[in-house]
């Protein structure tokens, strides 16, 4: 296993005890200040990295979204569940698919800024935003069609995704899907974008794809599709 470490000082707050929170907490805090648009100083060796120009311009976000609709596109009276969903509804063409949209999310501000503005957008399709990690998800077991978890795996070691597919498992119905993404470390970006994500404030997990596919299949998980993107690849599996 690679890892970039993190000592970013943990101020998430969730109810409870909680065995992961150290690793939940610097993680809140990142998406919270950035979701915020508060800056974040870096060291002049860090923004003289091209991958740094990358995000300041822009063209980086291409590369860490994974089109998780080109793999599982959402239904139209589906009920899906995105966990870790940022401001995904106010992004995403959630409209258009005509799905029941779900959410959960660790930071605050993004899910204060959806359950603002959600409604106001299609009140008959957004469905509300939980506050709380992908470990205790929280909603009822046989609730979904599909749940989708892109674009934070790599900010956990695999130990915490064995907790999530049995969560997801739980609030799936029986035939329903699981989309979600994970860091190639094969990938030209992956360890420059690790050390970016460090100074970020997120320590970064680089685990083989193996592994993945390992802790997959133990998860009681079949791969229908994987796709490949620039940093991520992403899979679609049903639980048997």
Same mark, same amino acid.
């Given at each position: 296993?690679?890892?970039?470490?993190n000592?970013?000082?943990?101020?998430?707050?969730?109810?409870?005890?909680?065995?992961?929170q150290?690793?939940?907490?610097?993680?809140?805090?990142r998406?919270?200040?950035?979701?915020?648009?508060d800056?974040?100083?870096?060291?002049p060796? /860090?923004?003289s990295m091209?991958?740094?120009?990358?995000?300041?311009? =822009?063209?980086?976000?291409?590369?860490? &979204?994974? *089109?998780?609709?080109?793999?599982?596109?959402?239904?139209?009276n589906?009920?899906?569940l995105?966990?870790?969903?940022g401001v995904s509804?106010l992004?995403?063409?959630?409209?258009?698919?005509?799905?029941?949209?779900?959410?959960q999310?660790?930071?605050?501000?993004?899910?204060?800024?959806?359950?603002?503005?959600?409604?106001?957008?299609?009140?008959?399709?957004?469905?509300?935003?939980?506050?709380?990690?992908?470990?205790?998800?929280?909603?009822g077991?046989?609730?979904?069609?599909?749940?989708?978890?892109?674009?934070?795996?790599?900010?956990?070691?695999l130990?915490?995704?064995?907790? /999530?597919l049995?969560?997801?498992?739980r609030?799936?119905?029986?035939? =329903?899907?699981?989309?979600?993404?994970? &860091?190639? *470390?094969e990938?030209?970006?992956?360890?420059?974008?690790?050390?970016?994500e460090?100074y970020?404030?997120?320590?970064?997990?680089?685990?083989p794809?193996p592994e993945?596919e390992k802790?997959?299949?133990a998860?009681?998980?079949?791969i229908?599709?994987?796709?490949?993107?620039?940093?991520?690849?992403?899979?679609k599996?049903?639980?048997?």
């Amino acid at each position: 296993m690679s890892k970039v470490s993190n000592s970013s000082p943990p101020n998430a707050e969730f109810l409870g005890p909680d065995p992961w929170q150290t690793r939940l907490s610097p993680v809140a805090s990142r998406f919270n200040q950035e979701y915020q648009g508060d800056p974040i100083e870096l060291p002049p060796e /860090v923004e003289s990295m091209p991958i740094f120009h990358d995000r300041v311009s =822009g063209a980086l976000q291409a590369s860490q &979204v994974s *089109p998780f609709w080109d793999i599982a596109k959402p239904k139209k009276n589906q009920r899906c569940l995105d966990i870790g969903c940022g401001v995904s509804f106010l992004v995403y063409p959630w409209r258009d698919w005509g799905a029941y949209f779900y959410g959960q999310e660790i930071s605050t501000v993004a899910r204060d800024a959806l359950n603002s503005r959600g409604p106001q957008l299609n009140s008959k399709l957004f469905k509300g935003v939980c506050l709380g990690p992908a470990h205790r998800l929280s909603y009822g077991e046989d609730a979904f069609d599909l749940a989708i978890a892109t674009g934070f795996s790599c900010y956990y070691p695999l130990a915490y995704w064995t907790d /999530v597919l049995g969560q997801v498992k739980r609030v799936l119905k029986p035939d =329903g899907s699981f989309v979600f993404d994970v &860091v190639n *470390p094969e990938a030209t970006l992956a360890e420059n974008w690790g050390i970016l994500e460090m100074y970020l404030g997120t320590e970064v997990f680089l685990e083989p794809i193996p592994e993945w596919e390992k802790l997959i299949k133990a998860s009681g998980c079949k791969i229908l599709k994987r796709s490949e993107g620039k940093l991520f690849s992403m899979y679609k599996v049903k639980f048997e």
